[in-house]
């Protein structure tokens, strides 16, 4: 069954749920990775500080994604990495906004690699 035969609420399912999985693997490899506060809509991830909201309550949008890094004493505090998951105009893919389009998996690889990215510890 392709994402065009799936109802928004399906594809919001999937990806929270991928997301999820993904991101729980990603932890058995790398302690510094910690999962909390999982709820029917959210969940939270951390590493070095930094905290990965993943909320699929946000309005029009399949899933809203929000990296935030911590504040370093003496630097100016960064804005926080956003992404906001839709369909495509063909209702076909899901595409993750200024970012990959494609299958679940694709945008779900696409959000690990970013936080693992961003949250490389700095010396």
Known sequence: MGIKDLSDDEVRHRLFERLYDRLRVAQGEDLAIRLFNRTPIAFWASRYGSLLTV???????LI???LESPHRPGQAQDEPWTASVFRTADGARVALAAGVAGTIDDVVDDVVQTF?????PTD
């Open 55 to 61: 909320d699929q309550s946000a309005q029009g949008r």
């Open 64 to 66: 809203q994604v929000t």
């Open 116 to 120: 693992l990215a961003r949250t490389e």
